[in-house]
C-alpha cells in the first residue's frame, strides 16, 4: 500500500496513520462532488419554500445571499485545513471559545441535522411522485419507511462513499444545466433580462423585508459545513484540496442555484403558489420548456440525490452524538457497538428517529420544515464564523507578540535565540512530503511563516472580510429568530434540551468525583510568565505525583497548565467520511489524568487551568519552556534527566503520597513585553 507522509499543519495532520492507502483519501473533485450532493439538492426545495414567503423575489434573495455564501467559504476552507480532525463547529467553538460552546455547537448542528434528514427525503419522494402520482397521498409514510431503510444499512455498516456522490453529483449538475440550457433555447436574452424588473413590479422591498429575504435564503446554500467534516478523510495539503473544492462548489452552485431559483418561480409563478406542485418545481421546469423525458430525468435523479443526502444527514447525525459522548457531555451509551455489526446503534437510533417524529410531527407539510430550518444552520455558521475570528485574532497577537519579542532583542544586542527569542529558532525537522520542514512552533508543528511573521495587508483584510462575514451571517440568524417563531422555538427547544442533558451528564460525573475535562487544546496561544507547567506522559506511573506537585506549587505561583505528551499510535483503520477523528477524545488515560487535575485544581481554588495534548517530539518541552516562560516545570523526579536542555536556576525535589517528583525552577531575567 502506498504511504501517506505525515504533514505538520496540525497535531493530528502530522500523526495520521501512514498505513492508510493514498487512494482511500478524498482529492478536490470527491470532496466538491459530496458538497455539492450536499448542497445541490437545496436546490430541488428551496424555490417552492422561498416562494411562500417572498413570492417572485425568491430569485433576487438567493443571488444576494450568494455573495455571502462566497465570503463563507473562504471561512470554511481554513477551518478544513486548521481543524483537519473534523467536528466542524463542535471542533472549532470548543477549541477557539470554550468546551460548553463546542456543546452548543454540536446541539446546533444536530438541529441542522434533523431537519436536513427531513426535507431531503421527503423532497425525494414529491419528486419520486412525479413519476409515480400514485405514491403522492402516502409520500409522509413512504418517507417514514425510507428513513427507516436508511436507519437499517447504517445499522448494517453500509458506509457511504465519495465516489457514489460523485456520480449523482456529476447526474444532478449535468441535468441542472441541461433544464438552463433547455430554458434559455425557449427565452431570448431580452426576455431573460426583463425578468429582473418583473420581480420588483409587484414588491416593494421595505427594511424589514430585505432582511426578512436575504435572512430566509440561506435556506438555499445549506450544507456548506459538509466540507469541514471531510477534513480527516482529505488529501494533503487540505488548504489546496479544500481551496480547490470549495472553488468548484461555488462555480456550479454559482450557475445553477439562483438561476433556476429565478427561472423557477418567475416563469412558473402558479406552480410555485400551489403547495402541491411547488415540491416538483425543477422537474416540472425541464417538462414545461423541454419535453417528459427531461422532466423524468429530473425527477428520478433529484429524488434519488436527495435520499442521498438525507442518509448523508443521518450519518453526520450519529458521529456529532458520538463526539459528544467522548466530550462527556452525552451520555456513554451513545457509544456502545453491538455485537453483530460493530456499529454504534444507539447513536444511529437517534439520528433516525428523530427525524421521523419532527415529520410527524409537522404531519409532512414541508413549508413548516423549510421554516423550521433556519435556526440550527445560521446557529452553526455564525459560532463557526466567530470561532475561527477568535483563532485569526490569536495568530495575528502571536506574530505581534514574535516581532515584539525580535525587535527586544535587537535593541539589546541579542542576536543569538535563547531567553528572548520564541521557539521560532529551535531545532528543524527533516524533509517531509518532499517538502524541506521549518521552524517549530510549541506544538512540535512547524512554524507556517504567516503565523509568526508580521502580517501582510491581504490577512488584514482577509480578516476583516471575514469578521464582516461573521455579522452578515450573525444578522441572518437573528433576524430569523424573530421572524421565524417555530424555528427558534424547535431548534431552542432541542439546544436546550441537549445542553441540559449535557449538564446533568456533567454533574453526574462530578458526583462520581471525576471531573471531565471535554476538550484539551494541541495548541500554545499565549504566553503565562511565572506559571506552573506539570509534563504528563503516557504510560507513567508518576502523573498522579505530577499533577498533586503542581496544584501545590499553582496555590502559590498562579496559573497551571497541564501538558500532557503522548506517543504516535497508528489508527488500525482508516477514517470515514465524516468521522470526527480526535485523538484526545479517544485517549482514555489522558482524559483520565486530566480529569484528576481538574478535580485537584477545582479543591485548591487555581482559577487558570490549562489543558494542552501534544504528541512527543524531540525538546518538545523545552519549547514549550521557552515559549511560555513558566516559573516551576513539575516532572517525575526519575525523568527529570530528560529535559536536560532546560538550564533551571535551581531544582526542588517534593515527596507526594503518590511519589517523588522534581520542580525545574527559573527565575526570568527582563521578561519581553506581553502584545495584547
Known amino acids: 500500500m502506498a504511504k501517506e507522509s505525515a504533514t505538520q499543519n496540525s497535531s493530528y495532520a502530522a500523526h495520521r496513520d501512514e498505513h492508510v492507502s493514498k487512494s482511500s483519501m478524498l482529492g478536490p473533485i470527491l470532496c466538491w462532488a459530496v458538497v455539492f450532493a450536499d448542497i445541490g439538492t437545496s436546490v430541488y426545495y428551496t424555490p417552492g419554500i422561498l416562494y411562500q414567503t417572498v413570492q ?3 430569485g433576487f434573495f438567493v443571488f444576494l445571499t450568494m455573495s455571502v455564501f462566497v465570503l463563507l467559504t473562504l471561512k470554511y476552507a481554513e477551518v478544513t485545513h486548521r481543524f483537519p480532525q473534523g467536528g466542524g463547529v463542535v471542533t472549532v467553538a470548543a477549541q477557539a471559545i470554550g468546551s460548553w460552546w463546542g456543546a452548543l455547537g454540536g446541539m ?9 434528514a427531513a426535507i431531503s427525503c421527503l423532497s425525494g419522494i414529491f419528486y419520486l411522485s412525479v413519476v409515480a402520482p400514485a405514491i403522492g397521498p402516502y409520500a409522509l409514510w413512504i418517507t417514514i419507511g425510507v428513513l427507516v431503510l436508511l436507519g437499517i444499512l447504517n445499522w448494517i455498516g453500509i458506509s457511504e462513499s465519495a465516489r457514489v456522490s460523485l456520480v449523482g453529483a456529476v447526474i444532478a449538475f449535468v441535468s441542472d444545466l441541461a433544464i438552463l440550457f433547455t430554458v434559455f433555447s425557449h427565452i431570448s436574452f431580452a426576455e431573460f433580462l426583463s ?33 469541514s467534516q471531510l477534513s480527516p478523510v482529505m488529501r494533503q495539503p487540505h488548504k489546496k ?12 452552485i454559482g450557475i445553477t442555484s439562483p438561476l433556476l431559483t429565478m427561472l423557477s418561480t418567475m416563469l412558473l409563478p402558479e406552480v410555485a403558489k400551489n403547495a402541491d406542485t411547488s415540491t416538483q418545481i425543477i422537474s416540472l421546469l425541464a417538462g414545461h420548456w423541454g419535453n417528459i423525458v427531461l422532466q423524468t430525468e429530473v425527477a428520478i435523479s433529484a429524488s434519488a440525490l436527495l435520499v442521498f443526502a438525507s442518509n448523508t444527514a443521518i450519518i453526520g447525525a450519529y458521529h456529532v452524538f458520538m463526539a459528544l459522548s467522548r466530550m462527556e457531555f452525552l451520555p456513554d451509551f451513545i457509544l456502545r457497538r453491538n455485537k453483530l455489526r460493530g456499529t454504534p446503534h444507539y447513536s444511529i437510533l437517534l439520528a433516525t428517529v428523530i427525524p421521523i417524529v419532527v415529520l410527524i410531527a409537522v404531519a409532512g407539510n414541508i413549508n413548516i420544515l423549510g421554516d423550521m430550518y433556519a435556526f440550527g444552520l445560521l446557529g452553526a455558521f455564525t459560532l463557526t464564523c466567530l470561532g475561527l475570528d477568535i483563532v485569526r485574532y490569536r495568530d495575528w497577537r502571536k506574530a505581534n507578540l514574535v516581532s515584539s519579542i525580535r525587535s527586544y532583542g535587537r535593541r539589546n544586542g541579542r542576536t543569538q535565540p535563547g531567553e528572548s527569542e520564541e521557539v521560532l529558532a529551535s531545532s528543524m525537522h527533516g524533509h517531509l512530503n518532499g517538502q524541506a520542514s521549518g521552524p517549530m512552533d510549541a506544538r512540535g508543528q512547524i512554524i507556517h511563516k504567516e503565523e509568526v511573521e508580521p502580517k501582510s495587508l491581504w490577512f488584514k483584510i482577509d480578516f476583516f472580510l471575514g ?9 441572518a440568524w437573528s433576524t430569523n429568530l424573530v421572524t421565524k417563531p417555530l424555528a427558534t422555538a424547535f431548534g431552542g427547544s432541542v439546544a ?15 458526583q462520581k468525583g471525576r471531573i471531565p475535562v471535554p476538550m484539551a487544546v494541541t495548541r500554545i496561544e499565549e504566553r503565562l510568565p511565572g506559571s506552573v507547567l506539570a509534563v504528563l506522559m503516557q504510560d507513567n506511573p508518576y502523573n498522579d505525583a505530577v499533577i498533586r506537585g503542581a496544584v501545590n506549587s499553582a496555590e502559590e505561583n498562579g496559573p497551571v497548565i497541564f501538558l500532557y505528551l503522548t506517543k504516535y499510535q497508528p489508527r488500525e483503520t482508516a477514517p470515514r467520511m465524516m468521522e ?8 482514555q488515560q489522558a482524559k483520565a489524568d486530566f480529569s484528576k487535575a481538574e478535580g485537584l485544581a477545582l479543591k ?44 533551571p536556576d535551581r531544582i526542588r525535589y517534593e515527596i507526594t503520597p503518590k511519589g517523588k517528583v522534581a520542580h525545574l525552577l527559573k527565575e526570568w531575567k527582563n521578561p519581553e513585553p506581553l502584545v495584547s
Open 467 to 475: 469578521v464582516l462575514t461573521t455579522f452578515l451571517v450573525g444578522l
Open 580 to 587: 470526527i477523528v480526535d485523538p484526545y477524545l479517544e485517549d
Open 604 to 647: 485548591a481554588h487555581i482559577p487558570t487551568r490549562k489543558y494542552v495534548y501534544l504528541h512527543q517530539e524531540p525538546d518538545i518541552v523545552s519549547q514549550v519552556w521557552q515559549f511560555v516562560r513558566p516559573h516551576d516545570i513539575v516532572v517525575a523526579a526519575e525523568d527529570s534527566d530528560r529535559f536536560k536542555d532546560i538550564n
Open 496 to 510: 436546550l434540551l441537549g445542553m441540559g442533558v449535557a449538564y446533568v451528564n456533567y454533574a453526574r460525573y462530578r
Open 195 to 227: 425578468l429582473f424588473p418583473k420581480m420588483f413590479a409587484s414588491h416593494s422591498l421595505t427594511g424589514y423585508s430585505l432582511l426578512a429575504g436575504f435572512a430566509g435564503s440561506f435556506l438555499a446554500f445549506s450544507g456548506l459545513e459538509s466540507i
Open 108 to 116: 446546533f448542528i444536530l438541529v441542522d441535522y434533523f431537519l436536513t
Open 241 to 252: 484540496v479544500a481551496g480547490q473544492a470549495l472553488l468548484l462548489v461555488v462555480l456550479t
Open 56 to 58: 417572485g423575489l425568491a
